[in-house]
């Protein structure tokens, strides 16, 4: 697994385009490839068999409101000709819905809430003193206060008040409607960026084992919603299923991270949207992509 000099999984990532086209990827884990080899993730595929550059900015754990932000301040002023999210079904809807991390409960993050209307950021919450500046400079880069920071924490009482993850992501989730129209909202701005920076936008939909066997309805809520915005999610599930393919060929746990399968079918989905969408300002991609020898089949 490679790390390059911005924090990101894959090779040096350049200011300027190495080749004509660049495809940016926003997502959590699903993109970020956990489960597979440098050389076996869909943005590795698709650059070397499509001849296109890809910068794979996902993070673990990120959700739609932190790839937002990233989209705005990283993934733009790379200059790409596409950007594209990947939405994980199993938890980016919990994950927006909260001020912390779905899993763990504690560690703070960005959110987003709809008021008078309009999408307004909540970052207060994130910053820290002059001490834990310092803490945290110690923590990142001292080898001796991470062992002390370790025993301390060995020896302290570990919280009872903390909820499990799936209740926490019960309550996240009750209120569908409004979080579905979060989520829309996030995306749809998502898009707008895109369309002002004259940048394509494609939106994968990755399924979790219950999304697999048939439960759209968070998938078909959030694209009902999208429709009006001209943005149209690709439902993953079902370009899987049309290759004859199981859950449990492309996925390596309930949640949905892709095994190494699952990654080769992503790489050919992404580039069959690229020639379906023909997404400006692709159109002079179509016929170059039009055959590839893995697409005959």
């Not at 489960?35 to 499509?50: C, E, K, S, W, Y």
């Not at 062992?147 to 209740?167: K, N, Q, V």
């Not at 492309?250 to 989905?269: C, F, K």
Request: hydrophobic share 40%.
């Amino acid at each position: 697994m490679t790390i390059n000099a911005r924090g990101y999984r894959g090779p040096e990532l350049l200011a300027e385009k190495k080749g004509p086209t660049r495809v940016v990827v926003l997502g959590d884990s699903i993109a970020f490839g956990p489960d597979v080899g440098d050389d076996q993730t869909f943005t590795h595929i698709l650059g070397a068999r499509a001849h296109v550059e890809v910068a794979n900015l996902s993070v673990q754990g990120y959700d739609p409101v932190q790839e937002l932000i990233k989209l705005e301040r990283e993934a733009l002023p790379l200059h790409p000709d596409i950007v594209v999210l990947a939405l994980c079904l199993s938890n980016d809807f919990a994950d927006i819905a909260l001020p912390v991390f779905l899993y763990d409960g504690l560690h703070p993050k960005p959110f987003f809430r709809i008021e008078d209307g309009r999408l307004v950021e909540h970052s207060e919450h994130l910053r820290i003193s002059p001490r834990q500046k310092v803490a945290l400079f110690l923590r990142e880069n001292s080898r001796l206060y991470e062992l002390i920071e370790a025993r301390r924490a060995e020896s302290a009482p570990r919280p009872t008040h903390l909820e499990h993850w799936t209740l926490r992501r019960r309550r996240a989730l009750s209120e569908r409607a409004g979080v579905t129209d979060l989520a829309a909202r996030l995306i749809g701005r998502m898009s707008e960026d895109c369309s002002r920076a004259g940048v394509g936008f494609a939106v994968l939909a990755f399924p979790d084992k219950a999304t697999f066997r048939g439960d759209k309805s968070w998938l078909d809520g959030l694209a009902t919603s999208l429709a009006a915005q001209n943005v149209h999610p690709v439902d993953m599930a079902e370009r899987f299923q049309a290759r004859k393919l199981l859950f449990s060929d492309i996925s390596a746990d309930n949640i949905g991270h892709l095994n190494s399968e699952g990654h080769e079918a992503s790489a050919e989905i992404l580039q069959e949207i690229l020639v379906e969408r023909a997404l400006p300002p692709y159109r002079f991609l179509t016929a170059a992509l039009a055959v590839p020898h893995y697409l005959r089949r």
